[in-house]
């Protein structure tokens, strides 16, 4: 294996993210913020409301 090797991973890419998203909930990632703590631009989007 050298570092510009490649892997077909699929639908692991769901476990994958899981797990770092456990791992920083264990120190680095508060559940409770605001997302736009983490991505600043989301906190710039507008919202549709009462379009029916």
Partial sequence: ???DSVFAIFSTTKAIT???C??????????DAP???YAPAI???Q???GSR
């Fill in 1 to 3: 294996m050298t570092t």
């Fill in 18 to 20: 899981g797990t770092a």
């Fill in 22 to 31: 456990l791992q920083l909930v264990e120190g680095k990632l508060d559940l």
């Fill in 35 to 37: 997302a736009k703590t």
């Fill in 43 to 45: 906190g710039k989007l």
């Fill in 47 to 49: 919202v549709i409301e």
